[in-house]
């Protein structure tokens, strides 16, 4: 497991957001301002230093259930609210198109590309507000600066961290159904056409080398695709082109997305369920939360009236019936943690990781050094 997965999975998973939303408030006809205002408080809180400077310290993935909360905070942090049903489709989108991503990058190193993707259309929704541009830039300068120097191998096992964190998610998304990149069961098709990864060539044909180095024989064989050359290397640079479509904003053109349980994922929620076991690094897991929500400062409108639903359904209707009908184990909930309620909001998600059984002296004193934490935020 890679240490330095975290910041990748977090900007990515939130790129994603901000296009979802992005379409739903122009969808619902939110008036520009306020829509103007949501993505802007979104982004400020999403590029907080205090909350970077904790999430690109070299530390393991933590569990779904934690960045769930993070991004429900995130979320809700302007004016703008989600029911639990469409914070639930909101997250179902955002990880698996990340997933998608992940999967049809053509060289591990290019999820660097993709990040940088979704981090370019960040800043273009923040092109007319100077102070959060900044604060994107600075982002921009820790990611070269984390990432650049890394090596293949590096890269490999930042690609294998992210696919075992999303590897029982299978829920069936529209967009992927329709252009026949996913099937009904909610996993993804590979393709086997188009250009090889840069630095590569195209299979199909084996060289054979005598001892001292000198080609001595070839053969070709069909290599079941139908393989290009590669196209150029994309920029990993603060400007400049990135090549790689992977990470673009597939909202850009009016299209209905729906997402749907798949059997897969419904039997891998129950197993996970039975299967559950305290966390033993929970102590240190809630600990990181705590840090990262402290530095997430939720906007208060001064007016009550000022604030909005956005449904991520098409009606009313079938967001309730999404909600009545999503299997328990993969229904979070909205949970929004006030400054004043944080204490007991936290401490119900550290008895959701530790209650197993009877509770161990250890598992006793996570508790108290979340809350005494929580006390200093």
């Known amino acids: 497991m890679s240490s330095r997965t975290l910041p990748l999975l977090f900007i990515n998973l939130g790129g994603e957001m901000l296009y979802i939303l992005d379409q739903r408030l122009r969808a619902q006809n939110i008036p520009a301002d306020k829509a103007k205002k949501v993505m802007n408080d979104i982004i400020t809180t999403m590029f907080n230093k205090k909350f970077l400077e904790e999430l690109f310290k070299p530390q393991e993935l933590y569990s779904k259930k934690a960045l769930r909360t993070v991004f429900d905070r995130l979320a809700h942090a302007s004016i703008m609210r989600l029911n639990q049903a469409s914070m639930d489709k909101l997250y179902d989108l955002m990880t698996m198109a990340f997933k998608y991503q992940v999967l049809l990058c053509p060289r591990p190193k290019d999820i660097l590309l993709v990040s940088f993707n979704h981090m370019d259309a960040i800043k273009d929704f923040v092109k007319d507000t100077p102070s959060i541009l900044s604060q994107v830039d600075e982002t921009y300068r820790q990611l070269i600066e984390m990432y650049t120097p890394l090596s293949s191998g590096d890269f490999q096992l930042i690609r294998q961290t992210l696919l075992i964190f999303f590897q029982d998610m299978h829920i069936r998304v529209s ?12 996993r993804f098709v590979l393709p086997t056409s188009g250009p090889v990864p840069h630095g590569t060539q195209v299979p199909g044909l084996i060289r054979m080398f005598s001892c001292t180095g000198e080609e001595v024989n070839r053969l070709q064989f069909n290599n079941g695709g139908s393989y290009t050359s590669a196209t150029r290397e994309g920029s990993f640079e603060i400007f400049g082109d990135r090549v790689t479509k992977l990470g673009t904003n597939m909202y850009s053109v009016s299209r209905p997305v729906e997402t749907h349980m798949s059997g897969t994922s419904k039997n891998s929620a129950q197993h996970t369920k039975v299967n559950a076991a305290p966390n033993p690094l929970a102590k240190e897991e809630l600990n990181l939360l705590a840090k990262l929500m402290g530095g997430l400062e939720v906007q208060k409108p001064g007016n009550v ?12 209707e079938e967001e309730e019936e999404a909600f009545i009908s999503r299997p328990d184990e993969l229904s979070y909930g909205v949970i929004n943690i006030q400054a004043t309620k944080g204490n007991a909001e936290l401490a119900k998600i550290m008895g959701e990781f530790t209650e197993s059984g009877d509770q161990s002296p250890s598992a006793s004193s996570k508790g108290d050094d979340l809350l005494a934490m929580m006390d200093g935020l």
Do not use: E, Y
Not at 175 to 186: E, M, T
């Open 175 to 186: 967009i992927f159904l329709k252009d026949k990149v996913q099937n009904s069961n909610g």
């Open 305 to 316: 009236d000022s604030g909005f639903r956005v449904n991520l359904f098409a009606t009313d």
